[in-house]
């Protein structure tokens, strides 16, 4: 029978170290197996004769357009954890009778907040910073209580005045870390597709990588004309039985 292939396998990542699953992808746009090997020949006079191959090598690239962040964070030998940190935020304020009100709700962590006094003409410009003093004689000087900051009528004199404020709160996050000492560890993938045969039926495929390893190498481009396309490149190794992969069709 001959078959037909136009799918991108929904794979499955089992760590080799724990034996749980790590990841289900069914939403890859491209999944490609790639073996390579070193040959050595021997030459009638000009001519290759006889080849011996060796070292065979493998890679698996997958590519994605949507992903879970475990992915990325699986590059990094990281894992996804649910935990506060904290959260950069900026809120613009304007003032009014030389005060201005912040409207978060959340606690602003102590000693984070910087004031700037704010360019008008684009909202998003910083001038001259706004330090922690006695507003009520030194200009650029600030006093805060509760959420509501008082500044110096010198520095604002009127309404029309604006506050950029940059502060940390601690919120509950999904989060990773990546630091200079870990690496990705060694995983299975099982990848299920179809092939379509000439009676335009589809037959069931497995392919198993017995020992594979994500490449730490990771480009996350923000583009706001494209895409971001996440593409991960893993080594195929061989197992303790030498095996690298197994390709099944249900018979």
Known sequence: MLYGLKDCANLTVKSKETNKIKLYADYAKTSTIEFTSESV???????????WDKNREGTFKTTMEIFNMDIIAMLFGSELEEKQI???KREVCQVKGGKATLTTQDTIKTGTL???????????TNLKEQTVG???SAENTYSISEKVITLNTT?????????????????????FTVDNVSFPGGYE?????ALRNTDQVDEFVQFELMNVKPQSNVTLTMDVDNVCSLEVTWDILADKSGDMMRWSKIA
């Open 189 to 193: 993938i099982y990848g299920d597709t």
């Open 155 to 175: 520095t604002f004199p009127d309404d029309t005045g604006y506050i950029a404020c940059y502060y940390m709160v601690d919120t509950n996050a999904q989060t």
């Open 114 to 124: 910087a004031v700037y006094k704010l360019d008008p003409s684009d909202m998003k």
């Open 41 to 51: 020949y021997a030459y009638n006079k000009t001519t290759k004769a006889v080849r």
């Open 86 to 88: 904290p959260f950069m």
């Open 134 to 136: 006695t507003p009520t």
